[in-house]
């Protein structure tokens, strides 16, 4: 079993900067992938990033890859999601997901975090 608490959500304007937490407790932190996912009003539930379990390999939604950066810290059992140049449209509820494995879909999610809100005004 896992627990996920996200924190590091709020209210910015267009152009600012945000930095998610997701502090995981449980066992084997180090042996799941790790991401990022987020729901906008009315649409579904999207994949953002992710990060292998050791860190070495990102992954990121087409869109948002120069603009997002994940990151990891096995020693803290926490995993980051930097955003740069927000827009109005990354307004959404930010998830938090641990994966046995790599996947882009919410089928492969083994676990989730409650959920961050992040609004972007413009």
């Known amino acids: 079993q896992v627990q996920l608490v996200e924190s590091g959500g709020g209210l910015v304007q267009t152009g600012s900067s945000l930095r998610l937490s997701c502090a995981a407790s449980?066992?084997?932190?180090?042996?799941?992938?790790m991401g990022w996912f987020r729901q906008a009003p009315g649409k579904e539930r999207e994949f953002v990033a992710a990060?292998?379990?050791?860190?070495?390999?990102?992954y990121y939604a087409g869109s948002l890859k120069g603009r997002f950066t994940i990151s990891r810290d096995n020693v803290k059992n926490t995993v980051y999601l930097q955003m740069n140049s927000l827009k109005p449209e990354d307004t959404a509820v930010y998830y938090c997901?641990?994966?046995?494995?790599?996947?882009?879909?919410?089928?492969?999610?083994?676990?989730w975090g409650q959920g961050t809100q992040v609004t972007v005004s413009s």
């Open positions: 449980g066992r084997a932190f180090s042996s799941y992938f």
């Open positions: 990060v292998s379990s050791r860190g070495g390999s990102t």
């Open positions: 997901a641990a994966a046995r494995s790599f996947t882009r879909a919410t089928v492969g999610v083994d676990y």
